[in-house]
């Protein structure tokens, strides 16, 4: 007789499954996506810490300078790609779209600090 085990005794992968959040290297501008944890990542190729990041944001090519100057920009003002609100009438709210250029960027930083949440401990 064979040792046939019913499925439901197996852990369900699915269950153990989470969602993979960008984390970015500034020195090496690459990015990696990994599921959370609470301890932090470490670059794989220059062994500096990685910067999490939200999950709607989309990594400029390595050789993007600019683009790259921008996302650190952004990161050191506590802008980490997550949803920005602008009140367009009392009770109404509208997403803004993150800015294009670092010049965009420092006029973006000044309207909307008072939104960015507290930093990651």
């Given amino acids: 007789m064979s040792t046939f085990k019913h499925h439901k ?3 369900n992968i699915k269950a153990v499954q989470t969602f993979r959040f960008p984390f970015v290297c500034f020195s090496c501008r690459k ?5 959370e944890s609470e301890t932090g990542r470490i670059c794989p190729q220059c062994k500096n810490p990685l910067e999490k990041l939200g999950r709607k944001f989309s990594a400029p090519p390595s050789g993007n300078k600019e683009q790259w100057d921008k996302v ?7 802008f980490r ?14 997403a803004v779209k993150y800015p294009a250029t670092l010049q965009e960027a420092r006029s973006f930083v000044e ?5 960015t949440p507290p930093p990651l401990t």
């Fill in 31 to 35: 990015s990696f996506k990994y599921p």
């Fill in 9 to 11: 005794y197996f852990k």
């Fill in 81 to 94: 790609f997550y949803t920005v609100y602008e009140q367009i009438k009392p009770g109404v709210l509208m």
């Fill in 72 to 78: 650190e920009f952004l990161v050191k003002n506590g």
């Fill in 111 to 115: 309207k909307h600090k008072p939104q």
